[in-house]
């Protein structure tokens, strides 16, 4: 029997946030063994390389200071040449992996992976990354890209396969939220989308949580998991550009995965913010092997 193709690419973003070295994550997650856990897990990696991303200094000449989204046109066009290779690539039914980078990359990559049918969305994060131009606080793209990726905010960010919103509101869910702006609750609140937030997993168990969310997802064909590694608490996940406390736990966020593994249906996955600058060893990147070696099968027994 032939082993499944689990396709990789980089994206080595960092212009969508301020903290540099997120551009090294691709290769700090390819270093802590990927593609040799996935082979273990009897898949065949097929890995793409890195996407070409200019570095920051590069990319200031064309800074817009005045439009409160940090380096729009180059987050834009790397969003799209994502998009692009990912859609052409991809084939219907194929695992994939996405590494960035920051989190901007899955303003492409979801709106790629949206292309293979009705493919649900889940958002694993500290925060909700729904702010628009108009409300952020820092004007960092990677706080925009589920607002953009449901039509919000600058055309350039929501147009990307061509047809706008990329993504309802019915099709996402997020988990982990435990850090939001007063605009940002407000844009989910009218949004209508689905939301776990740390609380709600202190209250009723992760276990209970992952049930609820599964059965809203129930109309949809694949999966498609977005995974901020701030979502991790930054006691074991320290390798993050916006680390806040109380997040979900080690064996929280290995629950979710294998829950989601057992649904078959989780086909493809983002892992963003990895920042080997801020980490401690490299841990951050080992930890997210780990979470994607269980949302792709692995087991304890
Ligand atoms: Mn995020």
Request: hydrophobic share 40%; glycine share 10%.
């Amino acid at each position: 029997m032939s082993s499944q193709i689990v396709r990789i690419y980089g994206i080595p973003m960092d212009l969508g946030q301020s903290r540099r070295g997120v551009d090294m994550g691709p290769s700090a997650i390819r270093y802590a063994g990927l593609s040799d856990r996935l082979r273990a897990l009897d898949y065949l990696p097929i890995d793409s390389g890195n996407l070409v991303v200019p570095q920051a200094e590069q990319a200031y000449e064309q800074y817009d200071s005045h439009a409160n989204a940090r380096y729009l046109p180059q987050v834009a066009s790397i969003c799209r040449d994502a998009y692009e290779q990912i859609t052409g690539a991809l084939q219907p039914g194929e695992r994939a992996i996405f590494l960035g980078g920051d989190h901007t990359i899955s303003i492409g990559t979801v709106a790629a992976v949206r292309q293979r049918g009705r493919v649900g969305v889940l958002w694993v994060d500290a925060h909700a990354d729904m702010n628009t131009p108009e409300t952020s606080p820092s004007g960092n793209i990677h706080g925009m890209s589920v607002a953009a990726l449901l039509g919000d905010g600058p055309a350039a960010l929501s147009e990307i396969s061509g047809h706008r919103p990329a993504l309802v509101a019915e099709d996402v869910a997020m988990i982990g939220l435990r850090n939001l702006d007063l605009a940002e609750r407000q844009r989910v609140a009218r949004s209508g989308m689905r939301t776990f937030t740390m609380r709600d997993i202190d209250e009723r168990g992760l276990y209970t949580v992952a049930q609820e969310l599964l059965a809203g997802f129930a109309h949809c064909d694949t999966l498609h998991i977005s995974l901020d590694l701030d979502s991790c608490d930054p006691t074991f996940a320290p390798g993050v550009g916006t680390p806040v406390p109380g997040g979900l736990s080690y064996r929280e966020a290995h629950l979710l995965m294998e829950i989601l593994a057992d649904t078959g249906r989780a086909l493809t996955v983002d892992v963003v913010e990895v920042n080997p600058v801020l980490d401690d060893g490299n841990r951050t990147a080992k930890l997210a092997v780990d979470l994607v070696a269980s949302l792709f099968g692995q087991r304890i027994m």
